[in-house]
């Protein structure tokens, strides 16, 4: 098992609609969790990051953590066609080697496409 | 004003050779990375760098080596290059060693090994 696993789509949506993006983890160390997006041969960007569970809303963008079920979503509202990207998430994990050292593991990434 | 750059933006070699990549951030960051996204997009990281010091180096061959001249750079250097190699690869920063903080990205250099 892979310790984030992500549907990597391709997700298509009209504009408007409300996304919802998921990825599941298997390493109950990861304690900060992350959503990338990357735009068509682009580097990803940060989008938002949360410490352990809870909820964080920034703008349209809301990203829930459920660490108890080691689930992580990020929902858009009233998606809009320049969301179509490819979105990652992203969890860390302190190293073993090194106090005060994170390693960040990426999911596949989902392609979102949101159609005018 | 690019915060992270990466030199070239597309390289196509053949099997066997030796190359390099290039990677500057003018962001005043401790750490700097590089990730390796295969076809399927999964992204991957290699190696990280701070304060010239190697602190994750992940399961990758040692025909990949990470050179830090300084603290705003940090090179790729493959030998012997592979089929397998074929790759974009990202160099990326973050402000220290807690990634945590936003790790900023470059543009990626697209590798085709023919």
């Known amino acids: 098992q892979k310790e984030v696993e992500q549907d990597p789509g391709p997700l298509s949506v009209p504009e408007g609609a409300i996304v919802s993006l998921n990825c599941t983890y298997s390493?109950?160390?990861?304690?900060?969790f992350m959503w990338y997006r990357q735009y068509s041969r682009k580097g990803p960007e940060l989008l938002m990051y949360?410490?352990?569970?809870g909820n964080k809303e920034d703008g349209r963008f809301t990203a829930q953590v459920d660490k108890s079920s080691k689930y992580i979503s990020l929902f858009i509202r009233d998606s809009q066609p320049s969301d179509s990207a490819t979105y990652l998430c992203?969890?860390?994990?302190?190293?073993?080697?090194?106090?005060?050292?994170?390693?960040?593991?990426f999911g596949k990434g989902t392609k979102l496409s949101v159609i005018p | 004003d690019t915060a992270v750059s990466q030199t070239p933006k597309y390289l196509v070699t053949q099997m066997g050779n030796d190359k390099s990549i290039k990677c500057e951030q003018n962001?005043?960051?401790?750490?700097m990375y590089w990730y390796k996204q295969d076809s399927k997009k999964f992204l991957k990281i290699m190696f990280s760098?701070?304060?010239?010091?190697?602190?994750i180096n992940e399961t990758v061959p040692n025909r990949f080596s990470p050179k830090s001249p300084d603290k705003a750079h940090l090179n790729l250097h493959i030998n012997s290059l592979e089929l397998g190699d074929s790759a974009v690869y990202f160099c990326?920063?973050?402000?220290?060693?807690?990634?945590?903080?936003?790790?900023?990205f470059g543009p990626g250099t697209r590798l085709t090994v023919l």
């Open positions: 990326a920063s973050s402000p220290g060693d807690r990634v945590y903080n936003e790790q900023f």
């Open positions: 390493n109950s160390a990861f304690q900060y």
């Open positions: 949360t410490y352990s569970s």
């Open positions: 992203a969890m860390s994990a302190p190293l073993l080697l090194e106090a005060g050292s994170y390693q960040l593991t």
């Open positions: 962001l005043g960051h401790d750490t």
């Open positions: 760098y701070n304060n010239k010091e190697l602190i």
